[in-house]
């Protein structure tokens, strides 16, 4: 157990490691990082649970989650980084649920690492007033499950499906952003069912983009499907 810790000024700040299990982080602040706020790496560190921390202000990832397994970021804070306020890089059946992230670059990124990134689940999180998007799906991630988000004032795009294969994304609340949803991946993906409204563009299809669109409710957005 890591619990109730301020820590200031370094380069991460709470770093679970190669072989570490049923790790609790729960309840830091973490201030000022030169690179990350809060790393969780490596194919044998599993079941760890990053709980109601607040991040802010790290250079690179506030919470960076690198080739782990079935780590769970719950409940988190995460603001003012320069780059990706929570980053899936690789592992299996990583879980994002209920954090707040805003200010940063991009809010929630899925990608490779040195393993494919598979299963992620991207579930109720706000994500608002991001200067890049709120929640990109990028190349060397697979069967990612995006659902029950809020995405609020982010400048291109509350979700950029960018990469990666047979994502899912349901039940999202998107308003206000560059673009709702943004799509230059050529892997199909599928987008059902979420609330799209007064966006610059409701749903955007770039570079050759591919994905299933059905029973969406769009409105009050300048383009609502282009």
């Known amino acids: 157990l890591i619990a109730n810790n301020t820590v200031r000024t370094g380069t991460n700040g709470i770093t679970v490691g190669y072989g570490s299990t049923n790790t609790v982080v729960r309840g830091n602040t973490i201030l000022h990082q030169t690179s990350r706020g809060i790393y969780i790496v490596g194919t044998s560190a599993s079941l760890t649970r990053v709980e109601s921390n607040r991040v802010a202000g790290a250079a690179t990832n506030g919470i960076r989650i ?28 990583n879980e994002t649920r209920t954090n707040t992230i805003r200010r940063v670059a991009t809010g929630i990124a899925v990608s490779g690492g040195a393993t494919p990134s598979v299963g992620a689940v991207l579930d109720g999180n706000d994500l608002r007033t991001n200067s890049i998007d709120g929640v990109r799906l990028d190349v060397g991630g697979r069967d990612a499950d995006v659902r029950r988000n809020t995405g609020v004032g982010n400048a291109r795009a509350a979700i950029l499906i960018a990469g990666g294969t047979n994502s899912v994304l349901t039940y999202n609340v998107l308003r206000g952003n560059g673009a709702g949803f943004r799509v230059s991946n050529l892997a199909p993906s599928l987008v059902e069912r979420n609330l799209v409204t007064n966006n610059a563009a409701g749903f955007r299809v770039v570079a050759g983009g591919v994905a299933t669109v059905r029973y969406n409710n769009l409105g009050g957005n300048v383009t609502n499907l282009s």
Do not use: C, H, K, P
């Open 66 to 93: 690198e080739d782990a397994y079935r780590t769970t970021v719950r409940g988190n804070t995460v603001e003012s980084n320069a780059v990706v306020g929570i980053a899936l890089a690789g592992g299996r059946t």
